[in-house]
């Protein structure tokens, strides 16, 4: 079983430049999110999706975009990538709201330097 | 808004007992325990729901006060495999979690 499958798992860019990071999951889930985790900064989200074409804001959206086209995939994008962004973004899926379990994928380790 | 985690750190000897609190400012409709060890994805405990509830799982057990706004994560007989960083994510009825800022737990021989 797969599960949640973040890629790439690790990435270095330059300031300015401009990527997406990949989420899929095989467990049918309706709900996908997007955290970032900074050291004793514990999980931020930065936006979450309830379904197929929905995306919606979370804690820290400022410099990233989503998008949901289709169900098993949530892509996070950076536009123009900044020093701040450096991080360890984990993407979560769950059956349905705030009262099922999250599964994390194995996260992306993002430096930008 | 991020609910309040602590301790913020604590160290056991194998076998000792430990409880980590997680507080919330806002009314609680459910709360998520997570462990999370060094470099690897956070891993599901267990979901307290409203209604002050106590769940267990093995030797790990937690309880939920809704009045308090409150949840204890209880450890006994703390295992080497114990170790790790817990979060609390708390449910404030809405779609998603707010996550704690954790607590990290190191368990000694």
């Known amino acids: 079983n797969a599960g949640v499958t973040q890629t790439p798992k690790f990435r270095v860019l330059k300031t300015g430049q401009s990527m997406t990071l990949l989420c899929a999951q095989d467990m049918n889930h309706e709900y996908m999110y997007w955290y970032r985790q900074d050291p004793g900064m514990g999980l931020r989200l930065i936006h979450y999706?309830?379904?197929?074409?929905?995306?919606a804001k979370g804690e820290v959206p400022d410099g990233y975009n989503v998008s949901r086209l289709k169900k098993q995939n949530f892509l996070l994008g950076l536009e123009s990538a900044a020093p701040s962004q450096t991080s360890v973004y984990f993407c979560?899926?769950?059956?349905?709201?705030?009262?099922?379990?999250?599964?994390f994928g194995d996260g992306t380790r993002l430096s930008i330097l | 808004q991020q609910p309040v985690q602590s301790p913020q750190a604590v160290i056991l000897r194998e076998g000792e007992d430990a409880v980590i609190n997680c507080s919330s400012s806002k009314a609680l409709y459910s709360v998520h325990w997570y462990r999370q060890k060094h470099g690897e994805a956070p891993v599901f405990l267990m979901i307290l729901l409203k209604g002050g509830e106590q769940k267990g799982h093995d030797k790990i057990s937690a309880s939920f006060n809704e009045k308090k706004q409150q949840s204890s994560l209880y450890l006994t007989a703390s295992q080497l495999s114990y170790s790790g960083t817990y979060f609390c994510?708390?449910?404030?009825?809405?779609?998603?979690?707010?996550f704690g800022k954790g607590t990290s737990l190191l368990v000694t021989p």
């Open positions: 999706s309830v379904g197929e074409g929905t995306t």
């Open positions: 979560a899926s769950s059956y349905s709201s705030g009262r099922q379990p999250q599964h």
């Open positions: 994510g708390t449910e404030n009825a809405g779609y998603a979690l707010n």
